[in-house]
């Protein structure tokens, strides 16, 4: 290995090769502290040739790879293996925006820029980038692609794909693929953009991308309602799709279990709402008309919600900072949840007409084999997305009941999910998580449809191996 990292001298500046334990120790553990692996060195390049130049050395050596961006992902793909044989490659130094035009409404970005950063840049130019997720103020943009994540903004503007319009990605050949392209239409052939998007790090590296901007809207309201039942929750969405159409950019869900383990921990997150409900929705409509118009566009929906009795309590955010702790109420859950200890999640998607079967049956289940068992379940509504996680009884040790029950909890929420004819990852990927899942529920011939191209692309597997698929 001494001629290999003697290559690798040859590429970057020693300060930019960490060998020493106690520098790569930042790089080693993922956010979730679930996973904590070990590694070769962690190697900090500033450019996609100096990284063509990295992956040409560890072909030869048959070192693997792993691309780390923020390390925010919830599925272990930007954590090594233990073996200490492979690098990781951290994006820390590639947050250029190379590019923002503002004909064509496109930002060019190298992959490490952090997402809250893109947001800002747009901002200043009068544009909305609208990935919007609880992790922006550290996730990376080429982790964002290559997750292919969600967040709360998903259901008016798309997920991270869809607000992809080029990249550029170092291949495992170590050969650069130029593809920044700012075009909304392209079909010569096989769509390469869209393979690497969601590939988590194992097909290519994402070097650098081209995504869209939107104007920015004049005036957004939001609020919090109370509702009594999943199927009540759906009518309410469906009226606001009639009724608001494409002003609804924000429909999240949260049970009261969620919140009273968010005020456990976080006591100034009360919910405003009367009576602790059982289902507490969060609803954001963005306008570019005025701020008149969508407020009286809300206040009619919501008095024809109440009128419909689907609604029993509604809060509206009187100004920015109140509505900003309604979204921080949301995405405090995530937090409570890690301040809590280990817990399970699962990030499915399930279509809309089967969510409340979904719930129902599960939560029985999961209840009558688990006694005392806590569903933290939350998420993208509007999306199909839950997030339906599990923390043990009270007073059990986490750690020792996840061991003991992990496999079987999982697996009764995937094959609940396969009977709706859900996704086991709607949003956070697969990682070394989900790898089983994946092979059991995503159907034999997709699962080898994967490998083949794994195969295909990476055929000396130093892409982040053991990641999605195994070959
Ligand atoms: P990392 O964790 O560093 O990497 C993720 C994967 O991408 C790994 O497999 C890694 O190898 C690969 N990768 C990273 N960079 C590159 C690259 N340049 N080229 C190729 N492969 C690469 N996710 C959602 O989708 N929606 C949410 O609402 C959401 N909320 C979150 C809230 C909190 C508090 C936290 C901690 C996380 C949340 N996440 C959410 C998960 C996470 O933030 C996302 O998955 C995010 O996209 C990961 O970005 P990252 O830069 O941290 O990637
Ligand atoms: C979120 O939407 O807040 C995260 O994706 C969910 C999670 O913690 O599972
Ligand atoms: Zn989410």
Redesign the pocket.
């Known amino acids: 290995m001494q001629s290999f990292i003697q290559q690798l001298h040859g590429i970057l500046s020693p300060q930019y090769i960490l060998a020493d334990d106690a520098d790569k120790v930042p790089y080693l553990t993922d956010w979730r502290k679930r996973y904590t692996g070990k590694a070769l060195a962690v190697v900090l390049p500033k450019s996609a040739e100096e990284i063509a130049k990295i992956v040409q050395a560890c072909a030869q050596s048959n070192v693997a790879i792993v691309p780390q961006g923020g390390h925010t992902g919830?599925c272990g793909g930007a954590t090594p293996d233990d073996s200490g044989k492979q690098i990781v490659l951290s994006f820390k130094r590639m947050n250029q925006i190379l590019e923002i035009d503002s004909a064509n409404q496109t930002i060019t970005l190298e992959a490490g820029c952090i997402l809250q950063s893109v947001q800002e840049k747009a901002a200043e130019h009068g544009f909305l980038f609208p990935l919007s997720?609880?992790a922006e103020g550290s996730c990376m943009i080429g982790g964002n692609l290559a997750t292919n994540a969600?967040?709360?903004n998903v259901l008016r503007y798309g997920n991270t794909r869809d607000l992809c319009l080029g990249l550029e990605v170092v291949t495992a050949k170590g050969e650069i693929w130029d593809g920044l392209k700012g075009l909304r239409k392209d079909n010569t052939g096989y769509d390469l953009r869209d393979l690497f998007i969601g590939s988590e790090g194992t097909l290519g590296i994402i070097t650098a991308a081209v995504m869209k901007l939107y104007p920015l809207p004049i005036s957004q309201w939001t609020t919090l309602v109370a509702v009594d039942s999943v199927a009540s929750t759906i009518d309410l969405l469906n009226l606001f799709q009639k009724r608001a159409t494409s002003l609804l950019t924000g429909f999240e869900m949260m049970t009261r279990e969620s919140l009273e383990l968010n005020t456990k921990h976080f006591p100034h997150m009360a919910n405003p709402l009367q009576g602790n409900p059982a289902y507490t929705v969060l609803i954001e409509l963005s306008d570019h008309e005025s701020e008149e118009h969508v407020r009286q566009l809300l206040e009619t929906v919501l008095e024809e919600a109440f009128e419909a009795n689907l609604i029993s309590d509604a809060v509206i955010a009187s100004n920015l900072s109140q509505a900003k702790s309604f979204w921080q109420m949301?995405?405090h859950?995530?937090l409570a949840?890690a301040e809590e200890g280990a817990n399970l999640?699962h990030?499915i998607t399930i279509p809309l007409s089967a969510l409340e079967s979904f719930i129902k049956e599960t939560d029985d289940l999961m209840r009558a084999k688990y006694p005392g068992i806590r569903i933290i379940n939350?998420?993208?509504l509007g999306d199909g997305?839950l997030?339906y996680?599990i923390a043990p009884p009270l007073g059990i040790d986490p750690k020792s009941f996840n061991q003991a029950n992990e496999k079987a909890i999982h697996e009764l929420v995937y094959s609940q999910v396969e009977r709706c004819k859900g996704s086991i990852s709607a949003?956070?990927g697969v990682g070394q998580l989900k790898l089983d899942g994946l092979r059991a529920h995503k159907g034999a011939v997709a699962h080898d449809l994967m490998r083949t191209l794994k195969t295909a692309l990476d055929p000396q597997n130093i892409l982040n191996p053991h990641k999605v698929v195994s070959i």
């Open positions: 919830f997720l609880g969600g967040g709360t949301r995405e859950i995530t949840q999640k990030d939350f998420g993208h997305n997030h996680n949003e956070h």
